[in-house]
């Protein structure tokens, strides 16, 4: 899986996204994720729609939204069609994980303690 990014302008510093080892910065105000070229990271997957998601930045936060995607996007496990993200919030679309990251210290504080625990049973 190799993700291509052709973000250019920085406008929130420390916010990324991680996808096998690879640190992908979200530096525009609309990042859109899908197999064509024409989108900001893409992905060679066959099971990624070609305009699968995007992530938009409201308000000071990142907001994640599906774009009627034949195989879903999911945060946390959890299939969403919009969702405000958090640091640390495990995105999935389709068969490709990525783990999103805000070091942003003034979005930061704002969002400390409300990213779900990611597991699934307590354990005995």
Known sequence: ?????????????GVFLIANRQVIP??????????????DIVFHEEFLSRHH???????????LYDNNSTSGTY??????????????DLISFANINLMFVNNN??????STGTTQSLRTQPEV
């Open 1 to 13: 899986m190799n993700a291509i990014s052709e973000n250019r302008v920085e406008s929130e510093p």
């Open 26 to 39: 979200l530096v525009k105000p609309v990042t859109t994720v899908g197999r064509l070229f024409g989108n």
């Open 53 to 63: 998601a995007e992530i938009a930045q409201e308000d000071g936060k990142f907001v």
């Open 75 to 88: 945060v946390n496990g959890k299939k969403v069609e919009r969702c405000v993200l958090n640091s640390g």
């Open 105 to 110: 210290v003034n979005i930061q504080v704002r």
